[in-house]
Structure formats: structure tokens, C-alpha cells
């Protein structure tokens, strides 16, 4: 193989890892400070929030925008600190703006650091809904900490898809090009009547 074979294959390789959706995995950036996953439950103390449908979109997950009604729906939060692992947390769903209760976990101790909340049909109706969390603690106050989400807008490609998309077709068309003699001719003599025009 020539040199400018390969430095179109490299050229190809690194354009397809720019487009990559795992790269651009929660905002692009290495590290979860771009996280739009993770929301603070107290001033430095962060908890980590990801919501699956593994019904009607198995392996994927979640954040702000859940796809689909009616379908179970599990809503999984980890936390980033261990000092939750000892407290009692109260979780609740509702429905807003008109606050209606749609879920509701009593305080318990999660001592393993992660609570999956199994919401078995989902959120009723498409719309916003917020995810009250409530740390019950033995002695003070009790402390309100709220993470909003959307459901029932279906799953959208995102624009890095589009992008990835749009290259595989151009390499496609490109390797066609250079692979078939016939189209090749046929595309060099409409650039050159182009140029001519």
C-alpha cells in the first residue's frame, strides 16, 4: 500500500473517533466535573443519577430526557460520597407542575452506595417530573435536594449521530469512488463541467 493510502486511512480513522459517540460520553470531557449526570445533594457532596428503560431501550441509559411512558423504568443513583452510605434517604417522584405523587421510597440506609428505584410501569403521561431526594438524618433537620427530568419525548439521534452518520456515508461514497471506475469518471467530469461553468 502507497503512503497516501494510508494517510487517507488515518485521516478516516481519526475523523471517525472525532464523531464517536463513547468519546463524547457525559459532555466530552474526561472526569465527571461536566457531568450533567450528577447533581449536589449537600454543598461539595454530589450523588450520581442515571435512569434506564431496559424494556424498550435495552443497554442504554439516561439522564435529563427519559424517552418513553409506561414502560418500567429504573432510576439508579450512586453516591459519590460515602457518608450517605449511613444515612437515611427518602426518594419520590411526582409529576409537575402539578406535584402529583407517581413514586415514593420510605427512608432507608444504603450501605452499598447505589439505590435502584424500579418504577414497574414507568411515568404515566409525557411531561416534566421531579425526583425529590430527602436526607432523614437522626438528629437536625431534614434536607431537600430536587433533580428535574422530561419523559415521553421518544429517543432522538443526537447530533454527534448525525455526524457519524453523515461521515460513514461520505467514506462510503469516497471509497466508491475510488473503487469503481465507471462512477469515478462519471463524478470527475461533472466537477470539471462545474469548473467550466
Given at each position: 500500500?502507497?503512503k497516501?493510502g494510508?494517510?487517507?486511512?488515518?485521516?478516516l480513522t481519526i475523523?471517525?473517533?472525532?464523531?464517536?459517540?463513547?468519546?463524547?460520553?457525559h459532555g466530552g470531557?474526561?472526569g465527571?466535573?461536566t457531568?450533567?449526570c450528577?447533581?449536589?445533594l449537600?454543598?461539595s457532596h454530589w450523588?450520581?443519577y442515571?435512569?434506564?428503560q431496559?424494556?424498550?431501550f435495552?443497554?442504554?441509559?439516561?439522564c435529563g430526557s427519559?424517552?418513553?411512558?409506561g414502560?418500567?423504568t429504573?432510576?439508579?443513583?450512586?453516591?459519590?460520597?460515602?457518608?450517605?452510605?449511613?444515612m437515611?434517604i427518602?426518594?419520590?417522584?411526582?409529576?409537575?407542575?402539578?406535584?402529583?405523587?407517581?413514586?415514593?421510597?420510605?427512608?432507608?440506609?444504603?450501605k452499598s452506595?447505589?439505590?435502584?428505584?424500579?418504577?414497574?410501569n414507568?411515568?404515566?403521561e409525557?411531561g416534566k417530573?421531579?425526583?425529590?431526594?430527602?436526607l432523614?438524618?437522626?438528629?437536625?433537620?431534614?434536607?431537600?435536594a430536587?433533580?428535574s427530568f422530561?419523559?415521553?419525548?421518544?429517543?432522538?439521534?443526537?447530533?454527534g449521530?448525525?455526524g457519524?452518520?453523515?461521515?460513514?456515508?461520505l467514506a462510503?461514497?469516497y471509497?466508491?469512488?475510488?473503487?469503481?471506475?465507471?462512477?469515478?469518471?462519471?463524478?470527475?467530469?461533472?466537477i470539471?463541467?462545474?469548473?467550466?461553468?
Open positions: 500500500m502507497n497516501s494510508l494517510v487517507r486511512k488515518g485521516l475523523i471517525g473517533l472525532a464523531f464517536s459517540a463513547t468519546l463524547w460520553a470531557a474526561a465527571t466535573d457531568d450533567q450528577k447533581f449536589e449537600e454543598p450523588i450520581h442515571t435512569a434506564y431496559p424494556k424498550a435495552p443497554a442504554e441509559d439516561f427519559i424517552p418513553s411512558t414502560t418500567l429504573q432510576l439508579v443513583f450512586d453516591y459519590q460520597d460515602v457518608r450517605y452510605r449511613n437515611s427518602e426518594f419520590e417522584v411526582t409529576k409537575e407542575p402539578e406535584g402529583k405523587r407517581v413514586f415514593f421510597q420510605e427512608a432507608a440506609k444504603h452506595g447505589t439505590v435502584v428505584l424500579s418504577l414497574e414507568g411515568v404515566p409525557p417530573y421531579l425526583i425529590h431526594i430527602t432523614v438524618p437522626d438528629q437536625g433537620e431534614r434536607l431537600d430536587h433533580m422530561t419523559a415521553g419525548g421518544g429517543k432522538a439521534a443526537s447530533k449521530s448525525y457519524l452518520y453523515a461521515f460513514f456515508l462510503g461514497l471509497v466508491f469512488y475510488l473503487s469503481n471506475a465507471g462512477f469515478k469518471k462519471k463524478i470527475d467530469d461533472l470539471t463541467k462545474l469548473k467550466n461553468a
